[in-house]
């Protein structure tokens, strides 16, 4: 069998040399197709062993499906090769199962194990391609497998595949919406992603399964605001729009000051010349009003907003376009919407399907907002060759922008539309004319000629539409115009049009006084065709006849009673209902005379001009650019705009706490311009550049000016920059500790073990930066550390797991908090690390101090304690440059000038030990010897605890089995059996916080490793009776297991 010839479908009968013959439908094949041999080669290429024969039948397979034919039959014998080690053939194959697993279910499911193979493929594509098949696959059973896989997927290194779990999001959650809570954790982490390939889809996902979780966007809101340029523009249009949603629950509204006016600026557009005049005085006591209002003071934030989706108004994406548009439309102050007027008629010059969407919504800005596009009024003119909804828009927003200054240019265009063969625009042509009557009426005697002059029209469809305009437009000044009414009287005889003929009747009806010699002979004339006419006509011929018995009942009363004698035995229920009340009603009877003494007060009231108004007018409470506008009806999901907040709340949600070490001396700023403003500690790949810097910009305050630095492609950093990271990192040790922005003044200070550094913090910027060998230099009065001063932060930030996972638990709570939240001193107490003998009289020892390093978050604090044993002053004490394994870093404590002998010092230095046990080596340096040290720590030291409540405890704990788990059991002595002593020996064994437990038997604490950030879960069952159970869960395998023997040791003791 040949593999060369092209597979096709569209030539049926002849095959190659050796291939089997078939038919692809009846018309081609006749009677002698084999359809039971269908894609038998195919099948046989599938079969072979060589991967060339299988790439080449996939490729034919996968173009079968994109051109739109059936090629599920194939399943069986593609589904075979989803093992296939051919990386290319691999691919192929998961593209065709993507399409095909939902059909084909029961096959699918028998691969189940493939595609989870899959998921740890080194490939990135196969990963993302088996968590597409496995979300492809609708069967219920496996939605655990499909949750796990989507967890494991949101924290893959690669930004494609964590983009492919929040993809599967959705699908998991429209197959079990019990999942939701589980599902809302992946997006809350998700959500903290730095890259803009996930951006886009995460925001899906979140708009899909929890949009009423605004909270979740709030420490996120800032990075969005600067990904967005760089998000591709799927995810730019979804992104924009749920900003949109937040900025009207977040911040006051622009427009606020300017809303009276603009009500009384509404008025005046829609109403009379009358109206005008009473609008002009209430805009003076509007704007009297003003004053009293508070000033109005744009949130940063919602500065940001609009400064950064500005940009994308030049976008090649109409949609991006349309939704900056909207959110400018809803969230911009009145004086900077112009912009997108100009963006708007850019996209007219698009496809039509656009320019109609595009016309809709600028229809409906052009109500509110018609200034911004009257310098494009050239643009809407209409062009033969448009569609005819295309038209229609365009003479919608004509008629909007029509003001007196523009109206005569505006009705010359009028005139030549009408003359178009397209009736149904030259009707809104008419109807557009009318409108523009309404609103000026300078105009308005003017518009009524012409059309009185298109009645003569040679087309009856023109000349009905003008009948029901006039119609109109004479309501409003009825008495001036008793000429053309007797005109259109003339017309009833002409005009077959249901609607114009209803329309001439209602007129003749309601100014019968007008023309009392013309209006009983049309009744003459509509009576002998009653029974002909459509019912729409029937009923106003019923009205005229009761209006002219009311006014001119000797010439018209035998003409009622026959109209009323027809239309009682009519066919239209309607029509008989009508005719036997009309009966009732205008001629009195002996039981029921009381109303019909109030018959000329219903018939002949007087009834208000209509209001000839854009179908546009309320149409702006639905979000511009959404299907609901379109519409103008709520579509499926479409999320309600919500109204401005009366007052503006609290903005410091948004506010990402940074550390303070990140926060740079000017100096260091510009030598480290680059270096992410975010902490990369939560295993999220690296951040682009335009979100740290965007980032920074908002956390500081700064507003315009700001300058953007170039974007960064959306991947995560490769082995070699994290390495190049680690390193500088590494280097850091040869400084001081980075400047700290003081609480109680914008200059920086350092961060030191004594109190005279402290006093430093007031001086001028010029002396803080010397260089680094005078700021190492400290004095020995105090043995601690002061902790940095940070902005206070409430305990339930602290022990809240959502703000856990951004903050790093502990790394920011301000000093007065720290007691509170540390456990027991460390068991292991104070150690050696340098003999008097050793150490030439120099004695050194070090404790964990189990506080959080102000210097990095990561680190372990370690208390030196120093002590001069022999005669003469020890001066220069200092780190030397150690050689640390990868990963391992140490930020050294500041020099000590001198010890004199006998006197003792106590210095912190910070320890970053990688989530392991491995010791630091390094020299500590006097200034005439260097002595070798080694510190190694305790398993239990690597941790910091972490608060968390009994069911988040469970929920964690549920995510951490399997491998995750060691579990082992031991028998408690008796001293070891009370509550105090088991709490006791556990938290000085391992840096863990107790977590409350419901059962008096078992005992819950947790942590979180310094490090990776990797929660530590341990359980004690100590059940009265018999051995009792230790179990922890973490995904540090190694530290687990180190632990649970170092904490049976101490329980056993």
Not at 115 to 144: E, H, M, T, Y
Not at 302 to 331: E, G, I
Not at 862 to 879: A, E, M, Q, R
Request: hydrophobic share 35%; charged share 25%.
């Amino acid at each position: 069998m040949s593999a060369a010839p092209a597979y096709s479908e569209d030539k049926g009968g002849s095959a190659g040399p050796g291939e089997p013959e078939y038919g692809h439908d009846p018309a081609s094949g006749g009677i002698f197709s084999s359809d039971y041999k269908r894609h038998d080669d195919l099948k046989e290429m599938l079969d072979t062993n060589k991967d060339s024969l299988k790439l080449e039948a996939m490729k034919r397979i996968v173009a079968m499906i994109a051109r739109g034919k059936n090629a599920s039959d194939l399943f069986p014998a593609v589904v075979k090769n989803v093992a296939c080690k051919n990386i290319e053939v691999k691919k192929l194959v998961y593209v065709y199962l993507v399409r095909y697993a939902e059909e084909q279910q029961d096959l699918a499911l028998l691969s189940i194990s493939t595609f989870q193979r899959g998921l740890k493929d080194p490939n990135q594509l196969i990963r993302a391609s088996a968590l597409r098949v496995l979300s492809s696959i609708r069967v219920p059973i496996i939605v655990p497998i499909m949750m796990l896989a989507i967890k494991e997927a949101a924290s893959d290194m690669s930004p494609y595949v964590r983009k492919t779990a929040a993809h599967a999001i959705p699908k998991l959650y429209s197959l079990d919406s019990d999942q939701k809570d589980q599902l809302i954790e992946v997006i809350e982490k998700l959500l903290a992603d730095k890259t803009t390939l996930v951006a886009g889809s995460v925001v899906m996902a979140f708009e899909e399964v929890c949009p009423e979780r605004i909270d979740l966007i709030h420490k996120n809101y800032r990075k969005l605001c600067n990904l967005l340029i760089d998000v591709e523009e799927w995810g730019q249009v979804v992104i924009i729009s749920m900003l949109t949603r937040y900025a009207r629950t977040q911040f006051l509204s622009p427009t606020q000051n300017e809303s009276l006016l603009e009500e009384n600026a509404e008025k005046a557009f829609y109403g009379s010349e009358e109206d005008e005049a009473k609008g002009a005085g209430s805009e003076e006591t509007a704007a009297a009003s003003l004053p009293a209002r508070k000033p109005y003071i744009m949130d940063p934030d919602h500065r940001l907003l609009l400064r950064n989706t500005k940009p994308l108004l030049q976008s090649r994406s109409a949609a991006v376009v349309m939704a900056v548009a909207q959110l400018y439309f809803h969230l911009a102050p009145k004086a900077e919407v112009g912009v997108i007027a100009k963006a708007l008629v850019r996209l007219l010059r698009s496809h039509s399907e656009v320019q109609y969407v595009v016309l809709q919504n600028v229809a409906t800005m052009s109500i509110k907002r018609r200034g911004m596009f009257e310098p494009y009024l050239k643009s809407f003119y209409i062009r033969s060759t448009d569609p005819t909804q295309i038209k229609i828009l365009k003479l919608e927003v004509l008629t909007n922008l029509a003001n007196e200054t523009n109206i005569p240019t505006v009705l010359r265009e009028f005139q030549t539309y009408i003359r178009s063969m397209d009736k149904d625009f030259v009707a809104a042509t008419i109807q557009a004319i009318g409108r523009c009557a309404t609103n000026i009426g300078r105009v308005r005697d003017t518009c009524l000629n012409g059309l009185v002059q298109l009645l003569s029209n040679r087309d009856e469809l023109v000349v009905a539409e003008s009948v029901v305009v006039i119609k109109k437009l004479l309501q409003m000044q009825p008495a001036q115009h008793g000429e053309i009414i007797k005109h259109l009287a003339k017309l009833t005889d002409n005009i077959q049009v249901p609607m114009a003929r209803a329309s001439i009747l209602w007129l003749i009806g309601e100014y019968c006084e007008h023309v009392p010699r013309i209006a009983p002979d049309v009744l003459r004339k509509m009576a002998k065709t009653f029974t002909a006419e459509e019912d729409i006509v029937k009923l106003q011929v019923i009205n005229l006849a009761a209006k002219l018995y009311l006014t001119n009942s000797k010439q018209t009363k035998l003409l009622t009673q026959y109209v009323l004698s027809l239309a009682k035995y009519d066919q239209n229920y309607d029509i008989r209902d009508r005719a036997r009340f009309t009966r009732q009603l205008i001629v009195p009877s002996e039981q029921g005379g009381a109303l019909s003494r109030h018959a000329k007060k219903l018939f002949l009231a007087p009834k208000p001009a209509p209001v000839l108004e854009s179908s546009f007018k309320d149409r702006d409470h639905f979000q511009l650019g959404s299907l609901s506008h379109l519409l103008n009806a709520k579509a499926t999901g479409y999320q309600e705009l919500p109204d401005w907040p009366e007052e503006a709340p609290d903005p410091s949600v948004r506010n990402v706490e940074v550390p303070e070490w990140t926060k740079c001396s000017n100096r260091e700023k510009r030598k480290e311009k680059e270096k992410p403003f975010y902490s990369d500690s939560e295993g999220e790949s690296g951040p682009t550049e335009s979100a740290d810097s965007g980032e920074q910009m908002a956390e500081l305050g700064s507003s315009e000016g700001v300058s953007r630095p170039g974007l960064s492609p959306p991947f995560p950093l490769s082995f070699s920059e994290q390495s190049e990271e680690d390193g500088k990192r590494k280097t850091k040790k040869k400084k001081v500790p980075e400047g700290k922005e003081a609480s109680s003044s914008d200059e920086d200070s350092d961060s030191s073990s004594s109190t005279s550094e402290s006093e430093m913090s007031s001086e001028s910027e010029e002396e803080q930066l010397e260089p680094a060998s005078w700021r190492r230099k400290t004095s020995l009065s105090t043995p601690t550390v002061t902790p940095p001063s940070v902005q206070p932060v409430s305990p339930p930030a602290i022990v809240s797991t959502s703000l856990a996972a951004d903050l790093e638990g502990l790394t920011l709570t301000d000093s007065t908090l720290v007691p509170s939240l540390l456990s027991p001193v460390s068991c292991v107490g104070r150690q050696e690390l340098l003999h008097r003998v050793a150490g030439e009289g120099l004695v050194v020892d070090y404790t964990f101090s189990r506080q959080p390093f102000s210097g990095d978050p990561h680190m372990v604090s370690v208390h030196i304690h120093f002590s001069n044993s022999s005669d003469t002053p020890i001066k220069g004490l200092h780190v030397g440059t150690p050689k640390l394994p990868a990963g391992i870093g140490i930020q050294e404590f500041p020099e000590i000038e001198s010890l004199a002998p006998g006197e003792s010092a106590t210095a912190v230095m910070g320890i970053n030990f990688c989530d392991s046990t491995q010791a630091a080596n390094f020299q500590l340096c006097t200034q005439t010897r260097q002595f070798y040290v080694s510190i190694q720590p305790p398993v239990g030291e690597l941790m910091a605890p972490v608060f968390m409540s009994e069911n988040e405890f469970k929920k964690e704990q549920g995510k951490l089995m399997g491998m995750n788990e060691i579990t082992e059991k031991l028998m408690l002595p008796d001293t070891c059996r009370s509550d105090h002593t088991v709490v006791q020996k556990v938290t000085a064994t391992a840096n863990l916080g107790r977590v409350p437990c419901g059962t008096s038997d078992e005992y819950r604490f947790a942590g979180r490793t310094l490090t990776s950030g990797s929660l530590v879960l341990l359980t004690l069952d100590a059940r009265p009776a018999g051995a009792a159970q230790l179990t922890v869960n973490s995904e540090k395998m190694v530290i687990g297991t180190m632990l649970v023997k170092d904490v049976i040791q101490a329980l056993t003791q």
